[in-house]
């Protein structure tokens, strides 16, 4: 409330407003007395007057009086004391619950799901008829971080087998399997784990079913490879597909190095890989290593050594099987023109080493051993690649690869393969590669024209380190 000093503020404007009454004709007010009503109405404000001043002496004795400009210095004062505290402490805000709906903020806990897509269409110009346009790979990723320590990948992938690269063996399909199989396809869980990270000392551990820590291009899945098949060498030890089993996986990167990076792999599966274990369901060991170095802005290389062991069994045998194999990647990309300039040159070693014959009670007959007889001894298999990135799109590659038949080593198989590979954008990707697949037992070489479109779709791409 706001009232007005009527001794200061109306007292002057009454006076002078009489004034002006009272002196607007100078000569008769000399001369002549006021009107009767002037009086009356001088007499009336004189009252009122009165009564105002009155009722501010009461209000001034019971201390209620408010003037706006010392309200006004007050809000002035609390504010600069507020300033000057840095912050003034906040007020009880009044009691307005409102409830509100959060369902959309449900979408949080959901994974996140990406979709890769392979097409490729191919020519065989022994055989025209065969199939030439294969939808081979339809893959769906879902990943999501579990909580600060952990987090969880599933790879669900449907495939339709088409013509493979076969280093042994006739016909398409897996091993030479008959055509009518080899179409088939199914959908089936590639990895699915869960990993813990950041764990004291530089260690992570994994726990599930994974592609497997031998070399760096067995974990990359079929449509981040550089080439429509791996390795011959993969191939003719491993099968066209990873080396994927259940188990558990330990890594340590090392806390020294300097300049490099180093880590140490170690896990322990399920033998589930027919093409290295056969029927066989006991657990293999599996151990790898790995050095980085950055030798400048622009170039750097990355080595690595794995060791697989564990047995192989059928109906009738048992032997244990070790895999050695051994990889090197060197890349040069300047910092300033990585978009448009860079090379990439791989290569690696894996060898087969000699299978030792016994069964389960350590006792073999001759006729046996003379079965064994033809895959003992070491297979070698070597394999290499490049890639030269010539524009922000375009990148030139190739490969050969050489690798000696496991059950027969005086067989052997090589392939040449030059690619060319545009990247439309980040999401898709056209490649053109022309196969040449030569084998010591076959006197005619077999050539295949590959157009391979990959599509992906979401914010995952597949890890390829």
């Known amino acids: ?106 979408q949080a806990l959901n994974p996140e799901i990406s ?57 398409h399909g897996h091993d030479g399997e008959a055509e009518e199989d080899a179409h088939g396809g199914g959908l089936a869980v590639e990895e699915g784990y869960l990993e813990w990270v950041g764990l004291p000392g530089g260690v992570s551990l994994k726990l599930g079913q994974f592609f497997q820590r031998f070399g760096a291009l067995n974990r990359w899945h079929a449509h981040a490879l550089p080439f429509q098949s791996r390795s011959l060498p993969h191939l003719a030890f491993l099968g066209e597909e990873a080396l994927a089993q259940a188990g558990a996986s330990a890594t340590w990167l090392a806390p020294f190095g300097g300049s490099g990076a180093y880590e140490a792999t170690v896990e322990v599966t399920r033998s589930s890989n027919e093409a290295l274990f056969g029927e066989s369901t006991r657990p293999n060991v599996l151990g790898h290593v790995n050095a980085f170095w950055q030798f400048s802005e622009a170039t750097d290389l990355d080595l690595g050594l794995s060791w697989v062991n564990g047995s192989y069994e059928d109906e009738e045998h048992f032997f244990d099987r070790n895999l050695f194999g051994a990889e090197a990647a060197f890349t040069w990309r300047p910092p300033e023109r990585a978009r448009y300039r860079g090379v990439t040159l791989r290569g690696g070693v894996m060898v087969l080493d000699g299978l030792v014959g016994h069964d389960e009670e350590e006792e073999h007959e001759e006729e046996e051993l003379e079965e064994l007889e033809p895959g003992t001894g070491n297979a070698v298999g070597l394999w290499s690649a490049i890639e030269v990135r010539v524009s922000d799109r375009w990148l030139l590659g190739g490969r050969f690869d050489r ?24 999401w898709v990707r056209v490649r053109v590669e022309y196969d040449v697949l030569g084998r010591s037992f076959q006197p005619d070489d077999e050539a295949r024209l590959w157009l391979w479109v990959t599509v992906a779709m979401g914010p995952h791409k597949h890890e390829t380190y």
């Open 1 to 106: 409330m706001v009232v007005l000093d009527v001794n200061h503020s109306i007292r002057p404007w009454l006076v002078a407003v009489l004034g002006a009454l009272v002196w607007a004709d100078p000569a008769p007010s000399l001369a002549q007395e006021p009107p009767d009503s002037i009086r009356a109405e001088l007499a009336r404000l004189r009252t009122r007057i009165d009564s105002l001043e009155a009722i501010i002496r009461r209000l001034q004795d019971s201390g209620q009086e408010v003037e706006a400009a010392d309200a006004l210095a007050d809000l002035r004062a609390a504010a600069a004391a507020a300033a000057r505290a840095g912050r003034a402490e906040p007020e009880a805000e009044p009691d307005d619950t409102r409830f509100a709906g959060r369902q959309r903020a449900l």
């Open 115 to 171: 979709v890769s897509i392979d097409w490729f269409g191919h020519l065989n110009p022994d055989d025209p008829r065969e199939d030439n346009f294969i939808p081979r790979e339809f893959e769906f990723s879902f990943q999501g971080a579990l909580d600060p320590y952990s987090r969880a990948k599933v790879f669900v992938s449907h495939h339709s087998a088409g013509p493979e690269t076969i280093p042994f063996g006739e016909g």
């Open 403 to 426: 690798v000696e038949n496991p059950a027969e080593l005086d067989q052997t198989a090589w392939i040449v393969s030059p690619t060319l590979t545009w990247w439309q954008s980040e």
